[in-house]
T-cell receptor, first 116, second 111 residues
């Protein structure tokens, strides 16, 4: 099991550019979560999906942020246009159905985004 | 999910036991206590969870008080690689709802 795979690991972009972050959840997991982490605000939930359907996007900071999950094995988080304050580490996590247990939430290694 | 309170930071000597406390005085009967940790620049990692009985696995032990209002995560022989931020999270099992992270405890293991 390769775990949750995020790409790219690092992204440096200029203000105003479009940024797309990608996530491949663990096969068989039916929930996917996008988090953002900064020094000031810690780990914040942006949006999560159950069975590819967005359930709660109240953490998405602005209309510049959008997330999709076209199928069970892929999700994207897009920022358009990007701003310097979007600089953060973005984590994707997935979870299987049913109880928590050891087979609970698995996080990817994150994408470190720097907007200059 | 119930709110948790943790000290912002702790130090521990290498080789000694690290005891990380967590208060969750408003925990409900169907809520479990989960512990995750985040080593610098990595994604959070599951450690252990429990309902009301003490639990032990290869990473740590979890001691939950009888009234379930607090718990302690024990790393029996801390190593430098255990330096991380440790998060105590209370949640209902059986729902695929998000983990909500507080500020956690920054544990520094000192040689």
């Amino acid at each position: 099991d390769a775990g949750v795979i995020q790409s790219p690991r690092h992204e440096v972009t200029e203000m105003g550019q479009e940024v797309t972050l990608r996530c491949k959840p663990i096969s068989g997991h039916n929930s996917l979560f996008w988090y953002r982490q900064t020094m000031m605000r810690g780990l914040e939930l942006l949006i999560y999906f159950n069975n590819n359907v967005p359930i709660d996007d109240s953490g998405m900071p602005e209309d510049r942020f959008s997330a999709k999950m076209p199928n069970a094995s892929f999700s994207t988080l897009k920022i358009q246009p990007s701003e310097p304050r979007d600089s953060a580490v973005y984590f994707c996590a997935s979870k299987g159905g049913g109880g928590g247990g050891r087979a609970g939430y698995t996080f990817g290694s994150g994408t470190r985004l720097t907007v200059v | 999910d119930a709110k948790t309170t943790q000290p912002p930071s702790m130090d521990c000597a290498e080789g000694r036991a690290a005891n990380l406390p967590c208060n969750h005085s408003t925990i409900s009967g169907n809520e479990y206590v989960y512990w995750y940790r985040q080593i610098h620049s990595q994604g959070p990692q599951y450690i252990i969870h429990g309902l009301k009985n003490n639990e032990t696995n290869e990473m740590a032990s979890l001691i939950i008080t009888e009234d379930r209002k607090s718990s302690t995560l024990i790393l029996p022989h801390a190593t430098l690689r255990d330096t991380a931020v440790y998060y105590c999270i209370v949640r209902v099992v059986g729902r695929n709802t998000p983990l909500v992270f507080g500020k956690g405890t920054r544990l520094s293991v000192i040689a």
